[in-house]
């Protein structure tokens, strides 16, 4: 299944830019301008990642990042002229999973976004992994509780520690 991103970029060339590397990457992806309507973009259209700039008309793309880390655990990317320390910990500190300084290389920038993807791809695997091994683990009893059980009828504390 094709990949979505949404770019919320107002520069047009750097848009393009980002687009264009991205299709030929075979991801499909949408750009908007403005920061208000990225983020209403955003939290109605179903994408797999945001690159987001910062310096954005009606919203900036720190607030956008915040409002999406509420709802969605979807990696966010911002990519931005603003290059200092302060900037990138206040982006990571809003959620951003990623902080790219303009100007970037359009191949990094792929990079990194194949990066994201595979690791929330990863996490969201081990997380059902791990939920369909829980489940079956306290359906079927470990052998450690059942060890437990056996135990705690032979002379143990309740804890399941021997008595001397």
Do not use: W
Request: proline share 4%; aromatic share 6%; charged share 35%.
């Amino acid at each position: 299944m094709t990949k979505r991103i949404l770019i919320v970029e107002d520069d047009d060339d750097i848009a393009s830019i980002e687009k264009d590397y991205l299709e030929v990457s075979g991801y499909e992806v949408h750009v908007e301008e403005d920061g208000a309507k990225g983020l209403s973009e955003a939290l109605t259209g179903i994408y797999d990642l945001f690159l987001l700039d910062v310096m954005l008309p009606n919203m900036d793309g720190f607030e956008i990042c915040r409002k999406l880390r509420d709802k969605t655990d979807k990696p966010i990317m911002l990519v931005t002229a603003k290059r200092e320390d302060i900037d990138k910990i206040r982006g990571l500190g809003y959620g951003a999973d990623d902080y790219i300084a303009k100007p970037f290389s359009p191949g990094v920038l792929v990079a990194k976004v194949k990066a994201q993807l595979a690791q929330y791809d990863r996490l969201k695997g081990d997380e059902e992994g791990n939920k369909a091994h829980h489940a079956r683990r306290h359906h079927a009893g470990t052998g450690y509780e059942k060890s437990l059980g056996r135990r705690q009828g032979k002379g143990t504390s309740e804890q399941g520690i021997p008595a001397p």
